[in-house]
């Protein structure tokens, strides 16, 4: 009872002391120390197994430097092994910032299943245990140690899960919104400018030191007036959209597209899908010191029963993938990588696959689905 007690008391030590070395969360701090103290422990039950393995009940003959070297050994690759396939996991989908008041339950978990049962089985050695029963205790201690890391990993992945499920359907709803608003507004511009168009051609038609003016105005609110057609109306909803926004930034817009295609998907994925994509390439190119590269390229074609979305853009600067996604740059953090994370799960909904490259100072984003009968 008293070592429980004391090494219990070590492990709250090691939680406060990352929380106030770290400035972390109390959950962060708890999930860290215990799973620190867990790896410590499964390495630890993995070397005593070592020991009795390889001298039998005579654990005492494994002296230096033997003993050293083989507990270089072992902890030294349960760590690295530990590092690989749970550290650099918990870093890359940053599970770190989770808070979670489970953390309390493992806390108690740790306490009595990893370091009470380690106590216990060095009392019951010390009591003349048999070598069997030892060995098959310190197996179980090893198993359940395990267990205890895997259950920390998948409650915070979970949660994540479920944190990033809920901020998706925020921005759906978001962009649900702002397609209705997009809609209203490009109808509302193109029926104004369509009017404004005519009654400029036909005060230019009466000539006068005017003229030149006027028909420069009609060519600039052509611009506004000009709307994409591409057989699917929320596709010309949102290349209208983005392509207003890239004559406003010097950037061109070029687009061919059969969005009869794409009858199959939703307005809301339509819209997502092309809005995120769109917004991207913008962010991108609207970078370049060079305006000759400030172009964006559209396709959208059908291939027998498939259809392919492809779009292209220059970008400057080196990105970095994790999980087949590249890393936002976006200083808004609590969107962060959630626009390619929802144009993958549009794919994923329709069967369809969604991969992104960039490579030579080009990018490219490809989504291929199949077309239902």
């Given at each position: 009872m008293h070592q429980l007690l004391f090494f219990t008391t070590l492990l709250a030590g090691m939680t406060a002391m990352v929380s106030i070395s770290r400035s972390a969360s109390v959950w962060t701090s708890l999930f860290c120390s215990t799973a620190a103290y867990t790896a410590q422990n499964i390495s630890s039950s993995a070397m005593s197994?070592?020991?009795?393995?390889?001298?039998?009940?005579?654990?005492?003959?494994?002296?230096?430097?033997?003993?050293?070297?083989a507990s270089i050994m072992v902890f030294g690759s349960l760590y690295a092994l530990f590092y690989l396939l749970f550290v650099r996991r918990v870093q890359q989908e940053s599970l770190l910032a989770i808070k979670d008041p489970q953390m309390l339950l493992l806390f108690a978990v740790v306490s009595l299943g990893v370091i009470g049962f380690d106590v216990l089985i060095k009392s019951l050695m010390y009591g003349g245990v048999g070598f069997v029963q030892t060995v098959l205790l310190r197996l179980v201690h090893l198993l359940v140690c395990v267990f205890v890391l895997f259950s920390e990993y998948q409650i915070l992945y979970e949660q994540k899960s479920r944190a990033d499920a809920a901020v998706l359907e925020r921005i759906l709803a978001e962009r649900a919104h702002q397609y209705?608003?997009?809609?209203?507004?490009?109808?509302?511009?193109?029926?104004?400018c369509h009017d404004i168009r005519h009654q400029i051609e036909l005060l230019a038609k009466d000539g006068g030191s005017g003229h030149d003016a006027l028909a420069s105005l009609?060519?600039?609110?052509?611009?506004?007036?000009?709307?994409?057609?591409?057989?699917?109306?929320?596709?010309?909803?949102?290349l209208s959209e983005k392509s207003l926004l890239c004559h406003r930034s010097g950037v061109t817009l070029s687009c061919i597209a059969d969005g009869s295609a794409l009858a199959h998907m939703s307005s809301m994925d339509i819209y997502s899908l092309f809005g995120n994509?769109?917004?991207n390439a913008l962010s991108a190119v609207r970078r370049l010191p060079d305006p000759e590269q400030r172009s964006i390229s559209v396709i959208v074609r059908r291939h027998g029963s498939m259809v392919s979305i492809h779009v292209e853009n220059r970008f400057e600067g080196h990105l970095v993938f994790e999980n087949g996604l590249p890393v936002t740059t976006n200083s808004d953090k609590e969107s962060h990588g959630f626009g390619t994370k929802s144009m993958r799960l549009v794919a994923q909904k329709y069967e369809g696959t969604l991969t992104m490259s960039a490579r030579n100072g080009l990018f490219q984003t490809d989504i291929i689905m199949p077309i239902p009968n």
């Open positions: 197994l070592v020991r009795l393995t390889a001298l039998g009940s005579d654990v005492s003959t494994f002296a230096e430097p033997l003993n050293t070297i209705e608003e997009s809609r209203q507004n490009i109808d509302a511009i193109n029926v104004k009609a060519e600039e609110v052509s611009i506004y007036d000009s709307h994409v057609r591409t057989g699917n109306d929320v596709l010309d909803t949102v994509a769109l917004d």
